[in-house]
T-cell receptor, first 112, second 113 residues
């Protein structure tokens, strides 16, 4: 059973702070990792992907991957109220024809 | 470019009725996914297709659920008969060949009374 685990939250941070979202996965064969953001009542949208160990930065977002620990995280610097959403972690075995497995998501609330 | 299109956006029906959800993937994408999202269970994969062929339907809850993809631009998810526990948001997503990113449609919010 392939699983992706996230703390459901809510994670509350003040505006301007760093928000840290964490995810663990069970299948060591997982090769591709994604963070989706989902606003209330909307569909998930991709914000970051990461494929190799280390950090990947995109604007205020940094994804971190540690395959040995089967751990992936998302850091949001200078958090804004508009970042308030549910963040879904997803993994893919990166084999032809496979689908993403999603965690249940962490709800982030940024207060102004 | 048009994204993934789903219809209807909202559906309210009574227990026992047949429900058909529709999806048009992004043009040129060859993989299509149906997901169900609830508060309790999160986002669950129901079934996915590659090149119109069902690859994995292990997530389909039971025989009341069926999905088809008669061509590259259209897919349906049918529930017959529907039950109150089927109430959820149903998302369709598509992906281009050789690509990793899935693009989600706006979802269909289903309420079975």
């Amino acid at each position: 059973q392939k699983e992706v685990e996230q703390n459901s939250g809510p994670l509350s941070v003040p505006e301007g702070a760093i928000a840290s979202l964490n995810c663990t996965y069970s299948d060591r064969g997982s090769q591709s990792f994604f963070w989706y953001r989902q606003y209330s009542g909307k569909s998930p949208e991709l914000i970051m992907s990461i494929y190799s160990n280390g950090d990947k930065e995109d604007g205020r977002f940094t994804a971190q991957l540690n395959k040995a620990s089967q751990y992936v995280s998302l850091l949001i610097r200078d958090s804004q109220p508009s970042d308030s959403a549910t963040y879904l972690c997803a993994v893919n075995l990166n084999q032809a024809g496979t689908a993403l497995i999603f965690g249940k998501g962490t709800t982030l609330s940024v207060s102004s | 470019d048009a994204g993934v299109i789903q219809s209807p956006r909202h559906e309210v029906t009574e227990m026992g009725q047949e429900v058909t959800l529709r999806c048009k993937p992004i043009s040129g994408h060859n993989s299509l996914f149906w997901y169900r999202q609830t508060m309790m269970r999160g986002l669950e994969l129901l079934i996915y297709f590659n090149n119109n062929v069902p690859i994995d339907d292990s997530g389909m809850p039971e025989d009341r659920f069926s999905a088809k993809m008669p061509n590259a631009s259209f897919s349906t998810l049918k529930i017959q008969p529907s039950e109150p526990r089927d109430s959820a948001v149903y998302f369709c997503a598509s992906r281009g060949q050789g690509r990793e990113t899935q693009y989600f449609g706006p979802g269909t919010r289903l309420l079975v009374l």
